[in-house]
């Protein structure tokens, strides 16, 4: 084949998240021209197997830096053509390749950047800053959590983001996106509700600002991508819901929002998306260790002002 050949192999863990790893993937080759990728190819006997088809010269070292920033992803391989059979080779359409292992994930570094890894500045009763080793949120729907490693990852491989674009977390909370995001080398951006919440997310390197996500203290157009968790609670999805039209102000022309919302909230946070112009690129449930969540791409069309602000005005008025 006249193709260069990567396989993206789908951690053990996400296996069940297949469809949202062939997104992800999709999404971190979305600037190669001409690249086709697909669940199976060469290795589709095997589980979790995603293949990629690049142009045949494609440099795949320009790739290698940003392989760690892959979330359901824990080893690339290239296939390597060979001239002859041998018991490593892979026959595919004809030709015999065998196969060269570029990236594999470091377990030790990821265990490592764990949220019970991490330290988080927080007020004490009496208003000390301090530490809390293995900080994770109160645990209570509205509380803050902290996301693990793999989905903070894959979470902002689905934006699109790029090292050293600007992304926002508008429900930051314990800041795990906010962790992976400034590890990426992005120009982080958060907020929250909590006052408290500021100390520990300022800590880990994003600039953040105390405001609720529907009066967010930003210029238009100027995030690449927003990525967050929204709050799970039944009582706040209709804040989640208008606080989309927030996150598509402030996003960039042909941007994207990627949320992670609960299950119950889907069908209002879909309708939302709907009534505002955005696109849907993705739109899949997922589920993380026994709860029932769904993934949200959207991409803010490039409307001009006006539209906009009727778009705006319509929802608001509702």
Not at 14 to 19: M, S, Y
Not at 176 to 204: C, E, H, T, W
Request: charged letters at 30%; hydrophobic letters at 35%.
């Amino acid at each position: 084949m006249e193709k260069t050949i990567l396989i993206f192999r789908i951690k053990t863990s996400r296996l069940k998240a297949r469809n949202l790893a062939l997104e992800e993937v999709k999404s971190f080759l979305s600037d190669v021209d001409n690249v086709e990728v697909v669940v199976g190819g060469p290795l589709s006997t095997e589980k979790g197997v995603i293949a990629a088809y690049l142009p045949k010269k494609f440099d795949v070292d320009i790739l290698e830096p940003d392989f760690s920033g892959l979330g359901y992803i824990q080893q690339v391989d290239l296939m390597v053509q060979e001239s002859r059979e041998s018991k490593n080779t892979i026959k595919w359409k004809g030709c015999f390749y065998s196969l060269e292992t570029i990236y594999e994930e470091d377990k030790e570094e990821v265990r490592n950047q764990a949220p019970d890894k991490r330290r988080f500045l927080l007020p004490d009763p009496t208003g000390v800053l301090r530490y809390v080793n293995g900080y994770r949120g109160d645990g209570t729907e509205t509380g803050k959590r902290a996301l693990p490693v793999e989905d903070c990852k894959f979470m902002l491989n689905l934006s699109k983001i790029k090292r050293g674009q600007k992304v926002l977390d508008p429900f930051a909370g314990a800041g795990g996106i906010v962790f992976a995001a400034v590890n990426a080398g992005l120009d982080v951006y958060s907020s929250d509700i909590d006052p408290k919440m500021q100390y520990g997310l300022r800590d880990f390197g994003s600039k953040h600002f105390v405001s609720d996500v529907q009066h967010l203290p930003f210029d238009n157009n100027f995030f690449d991508s927003i990525v967050t968790e929204a709050p799970f609670d039944k009582n706040v999805t209709n804040n989640v819901a208008e606080g989309l039209a927030e996150m598509q102000r402030v996003v960039k022309k042909s941007g994207y929002i990627v949320l992670m919302v609960a299950d119950h909230q889907v069908d209002q946070i879909r309708q939302k998306a709907v009534s505002l112009g955005l696109d849907i690129y993705v739109d899949q449930p997922l589920d993380r260790k026994g709860t029932a969540v769904h993934i949200f791409g959207f991409k803010k069309k490039q409307l001009d002002e006006k539209e906009l602000v009727r778009l705006l005005g319509d929802c608001r008025g509702r």
